[in-house]
């Protein structure tokens, strides 16, 4: 008799809703930890929402939308057949981040040297800390940086490849057709933006700068 009521109380601990929420945990850790591979090689993510609020099912389908940061606090959508259950959730993620290496002037263009990646918590650096240090290759400061400092992106800007007043080749193509002809940048532009050319003819044309210094225009 005994052991039938000690088994029973096994029964009851394995399906009982912390045990419940300790799966859940443990799959929301797999899901954002595949999902931030190449980026964060530890997760930890803690279930905030409260047990009687979870989904019902074993293995619910995850997503979140997909302007949605990775880490912090996040609102995962949970999906058991028709059921919809959104979970809040934080996550914290440890990776590598890029800092400045030396002191950067405003208007400085960043090199290998001024630059290197540190390992730390992401979920706690400013938004839009950059990961990637590729990222910063010759780019242009547009604020004083100190060693040290967390990289953003609303810090640089990617140096001119056009500058406004410089002679471009603007190349035309179409549908088996390439067409070559010069013109004058009417703006400065990196590599990727867009950039005005007014024509030897006097037209004012719109295209995309590519990496050798074309303009590029799809008719």
């Given at each position: 008799?005994?052991?039938?009521?000690?088994?029973?109380?096994?029964?009851?601990?394995?399906f009982s809703p912390l045990s419940h929420a300790q799966d859940l945990n443990a799959l929301l850790n797999d899901w954002f930890a595949q999902r931030l591979a190449g980026f964060s090689d530890e997760?930890?993510?803690?279930?905030?929402?409260?047990?009687?609020?979870?989904?019902?099912?074993?293995?619910?389908?995850?997503?979140v939308t997909g302007s949605a940061k990775l880490w912090g606090n996040v609102n995962v959508l949970a999906r058991?057949?028709?059921?919809?259950?959104y979970i809040q959730v934080n996550v914290q993620a440890t990776g590598h981040y890029v800092v400045a290496a030396v002191p950067v002037a405003r208007g400085g263009t960043l090199s290998q040297a001024s630059v290197t990646l540190k390992r730390g918590r992401l979920d706690q650096l400013p938004p839009r800390t950059i990961l990637d240090i590729n990222q910063v290759q010759d780019a242009v400061s547009?604020?004083?940086?100190?060693?040290?400092?967390?990289?953003?992106?609303?810090?640089?800007?990617?140096?001119?490849?056009?500058?406004?007043g410089q002679r471009v080749q603007v190349v035309a193509t179409g549908d088996g057709f390439?067409?070559?002809?010069?013109?004058?940048?009417?703006?400065?532009?990196?590599?990727?933006?867009?950039v005005r050319v007014r024509m030897l003819s006097g037209q004012v044309v719109s295209g995309i700068?590519?990496?050798?210094?074309?303009?590029?225009?799809?008719?």
């Open positions: 008799m005994q052991t039938l009521i000690r088994g029973i109380a096994i029964l009851a601990l394995l997760v930890v993510v803690t279930i905030r929402t409260a047990p009687n609020l979870l989904p019902h099912c074993e293995t619910p389908t995850l997503s058991c057949n028709n059921e919809k259950r547009l604020r004083d940086l100190a060693p040290g400092q967390p990289v953003q992106l609303n810090m640089l800007r990617q140096a001119w490849r056009i500058k406004a390439s067409v070559n002809a010069e013109g004058k940048a009417l703006n400065n532009a990196a590599v990727a933006q867009n700068v590519d990496p050798d210094g074309n303009i590029l225009i799809n008719l």
